[in-house]
């Protein structure tokens, strides 16, 4: 069984039907984009639906670029919305001129509600599927994967960034933690009788080192504290030579790395 496609060409029924079902979905695709793009020439209703608005910003903006005078919602003339982030272009009743009008803050094209909401949804670990069934619940714009991935790309930086600040001050808070009270934790380490847990020995080098996060904070690492048959202990010197003594403290030895 045959079909034939717009071109005139005849392909068997099942590509006819998979090509007809790609072209329907593009067109409604630019449907959407279409209403979702600024309209300059004809005055347009609001859109239905809630917004998360910042109110401040709003206020602010609801204000002609030109004369100062206050923009009436009603003159609108279109709207661009990326994600939950709209901007209106809005007709000045005084001068005539087109102002654009954020719904909230946006740097260099990203948008604080959007950037929010996705960091929510890393945060809830519930992906964007989990995000599009809270805002269609809320009656409020759904955020498409193509501008989910944008955000998560930016919220993840921060979230990196945020996560080597933290073990920076850590660190910084471990070195002063322990030159205060070095004579009690020697003293503490003498007296040890728990277990090691397990540890993967290259793990233990790589933590020990070779971490940037300790080099930058200008603390090293001089003493471990394992078992007996600790593996990771002997990687980290194999890596590292440096003296090592064991003094055996009740139960379980101990190792001191010095
Ligand atoms: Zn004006």
């Known amino acids: 069984m045959t079909s034939r496609l717009k071109n005139g060409r005849f392909v068997k029924k099942k590509v006819g039907d998979r090509?007809?079902?790609a072209l329907t979905a593009m067109s409604e695709a630019k449907k959407t984009k279409i209403l979702e793009t600024l309209h300059e020439t004809t005055q347009c209703k609001i859109p239905d639906g809630n917004c998360i608005v910042a109110l401040e910003k709003l206020a602010k903006n609801l204000k002609c670029t030109s004369c100062s005078s206050l923009l009436d919602m009603e003159k609108m003339y279109g709207y661009n919305r990326e994600g939950l982030h709209v901007k209106f272009k809005i007709k000045c009743d005084t001068c005539g001129r087109y102002n654009n009008v954020n719904t909230a803050e946006s740097t260099n094209g990203v948008s604080d509600v959007n950037m929010s909401v996705v960091l929510g949804a890393i945060h809830a670990g519930v992906g964007n599927t989990g995000l599009n069934k809270i805002l269609a619940c809320a009656n409020l714009p759904r955020v498409i994967d193509k501008i989910y991935k944008k955000y998560e790309v930016v919220v993840g930086q921060a979230i990196e960034l945020e996560a080597k600040e933290s073990c920076k001050r850590a660190a910084s808070e471990e070195k002063e933690l322990v030159?205060?009270?070095v004579k009690k934790l020697c003293d503490t380490l003498l007296n040890f009788c728990g277990s090691a847990k397990a540890m993967e020995a290259d793990a233990g080098v790589q933590l020990v080192?070779?971490?940037n996060i300790l080099k930058e904070a200008g603390?090293?690492?001089r003493v471990i504290v394992g078992?007996?048959?600790s593996s990771m202990i002997a990687?980290?010197?194999a890596d590292n030579p440096a003296d090592m003594k064991t003094v055996e403290s009740g139960v379980t030895q101990v190792k001191i790395m010095l």
């Open 19 to 21: 090509v007809a079902k």
């Open 179 to 181: 030159i205060k009270n």
């Open 209 to 211: 080192n070779h971490s």
């Open 219 to 221: 603390l090293q690492v």
């Open 227 to 229: 078992d007996e048959d």
């Open 235 to 237: 990687a980290v010197r």
